[in-house]
């Protein structure tokens, strides 16, 4: 069976933080980096921000071929569905199991799901990754009227992204002003303001959304509203399930340690994915950068 020194899953910032932090310590240790995604590793947080414009494939790649290259790291890609931690190995979706000296699990969060009576999940865009925003490039050109569930950072980032398209859009949340996590009542009020100038359609306090009326029909705190696509934006939850299924300690992320060691040993977690000893998990690109990288 192969053997890498490093196995990096996750092809998102932390990963590749990790992979940095290695070569600068390391030149000649082997280095294989799987990502389950259908490009090149890519900067995240620019994709809902480019809706209304679009994005060529690789525009916001964080490294090309060549760097992997000159850089001697193997890219991968597959989904990694078991690891057996007492032999060090790795099992795949598609290709056949291989085997570590040390493991990096940054493998993030996915999309909570949004439940609304009357729709099933697949009726739901998210805007988790690359080819899910895609999806809802494409639907602008049959979609006209949005609804963004979650007036959080990104729904608040979508919202404006689709109406800048054209489109209408109403931006809903349960709680009573936008941002509630960042921002007092006071500086809501001015986004929220802001916001609706925009030409957002703004509906706080939701607590009863109903979408079994009829095709693009939604009913919000009792009253009824033209809906062609739903986007949900209501947060992420970590990917702890093939950790958890490996008996690696999970709470709500996968727990570390202060250097970021999992419960098993030549186990590594960082990024969105691993819970500090805190009971923190950061969800921030420069926070998941950070805690791969090499301590300065
Ligand atoms: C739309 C959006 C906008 C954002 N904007 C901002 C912002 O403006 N500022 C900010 O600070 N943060 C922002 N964030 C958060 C930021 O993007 C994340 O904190 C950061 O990307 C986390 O990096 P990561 O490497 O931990 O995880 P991720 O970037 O999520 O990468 C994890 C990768 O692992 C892959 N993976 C999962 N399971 C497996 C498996 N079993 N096998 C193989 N691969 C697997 C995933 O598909 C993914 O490619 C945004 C997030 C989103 C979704």
Known sequence: MILKDFIIVGGGIAGLSAIKAIREQNQSASILWISDEDRLPYKRTKIN???????????????????????????????????????????????????????????????????????????????????????????????????????????????????QKGKKVILVDRNSMVLQRFFTPKYAALLQDTIQK?????????????????????????????????????GYTPNIELAAASNIQCNVGIRVDEYMQTSAEDVFAAGDVAEHPSGEITCLWHAAEYQAGWPE
Do not use: C
Not at 69 to 92: M, N, Q
Not at 111 to 119: A, E, F, H, T, V
Not at 124 to 131: K, L, Y
Not at 213 to 234: A, R
């Open 49 to 163: 921000k480019h809706i209304a414009v679009g994005f060529s494939r690789d525009e916001f790649a964080l490294v090309e071929h060549d760097w992997l290259l000159t850089h001697h790291v193997e890219l991968l890609f597959d989904r990694v569905i078991g690891i057996e931690t007492a032999k060090h190995e790795l099992s795949f979706k598609h290709r056949g199991n291989l085997q570590y000296h040390k493991l990096i699990v940054a493998i993030g969060n996915k999309p909570r799901p949004l439940s609304i009576n009357g729709l099933s999940q697949d009726m739901v865009f998210n805007v988790h990754n690359a080819r899910q925003v895609e999806n809802i490039i494409r639907s602008t050109s049959s979609s006209r009227t949005y609804m963004v569930v979650g007036a959080g950072v990104e729904g608040v980032e979508t919202a404006d992204q689709l109406v």
């Open 198 to 234: 925009a030409g957002i359609q703004l509906l706080l306090d939701v607590h009863d959304i109903d979408g079994s009326l009829g095709e693009s029909v939604i009913q919000m705190n009792g009253q009824q509203y033209d809906v062609d696509t739903v986007i949900s934006t209501i």
